[in-house]
């Protein structure tokens, strides 16, 4: 395999580890407030985090070059701090995927969040545990099963990207060429072997890694039986 793909794989794994890793930080407090409140602010929030999920990967992409871009507020601002835009860099392809993916974290920590049994946190807050230590002797063990999900989800979806990423980082190899482009490039030039290694390895890596999950999800149901 020539080196430029081998290097289209290791910035998609970089993205992918790098996204998931931001929007576990953002996503898992998001996700609490979200299953713990039942405000108006909340539909809003709910609909904002949901939104990638229905809008175009180009119109999400176009606005987020315009944002990153050396005259938007933000590539503009970094520009200034450091010397260049955000648009067309991994920096701004970590930002663009952090708002595509975010809903495949958010919303599997929010379901398995809402189905928590609060009397199990009562009862800690009763004994004086704090809140932090209660979320992490109670809740994290609790709703493993949403982290996996989540985690895998956020992975995956990461690594399939197509059209944010082509919109905020171009395809620029080495920095942001990641497979999904690199397929496309291989197929437009008419080199159909290396696309097809390609997409049958996105494929099996897909199909191993839900096989995985669905297998862990059925012996913990088990083991709960």
């Known amino acids: 395999m020539e080196a430029t793909v081998w290097a289209a794989v ?28 039942g405000s108006r602010l909340k539909i809003v929030l709910e609909a904002v985090v949901a939104l990638p999920l229905v809008l175009p990967p180009t119109v ?25 835009p955000l648009a067309f860099t991994f920096g701004g392809l970590v930002i663009a995927s952090c708002l595509y993916s975010l809903p495949f974290v958010v ?7 809402e189905g928590l049994d609060r009397r ?16 992490w002797d109670i809740v994290v063990p609790e709703t493993r099963r949403g982290f996996l999900i989540a985690a895998v989800l956020g ?20 920095e942001t060429q990641v497979i999904s482009i690199t397929i496309y490039e291989q197929v437009e030039t008419l080199n159909y072997q290396a ?25 913990r149901a088990g083991w709960r039986r």
Do not use: C, D
């Open 60 to 84: 999400l992409g176009f606005y987020l070059l315009i944002l990153l871009g050396p005259r938007g507020p933000l590539g503009a601002e970094w520009q200034l701090w450091f010397g260049h």
């Open 120 to 135: 199990k946190l009562e009862a800690a807050w009763t004994l004086g545990a704090s809140s932090w230590r209660a979320f």
């Open 10 to 37: 290791i910035t998609t794994l970089e993205l992918a580890g790098a996204t998931t890793a931001i929007l576990f930080v953002i996503g898992v407090p998001l996700a609490w407030w979200l299953a713990r409140r």
């Open 107 to 113: 919303q599997p920590l929010q379901v398995a969040f």
């Open 195 to 219: 696309a097809h290694t390609l997409s049958a390895a996105m494929i099996v890596f897909s199909f191993v890694v839900l096989v995985a999950v669905y297998s862990w999800n059925r012996s």
């Open 155 to 174: 992975f995956a979806h990461t690594v399939g990207e197509f059209g944010v990423v082509l919109m905020v980082g171009g395809n620029i190899a080495g």
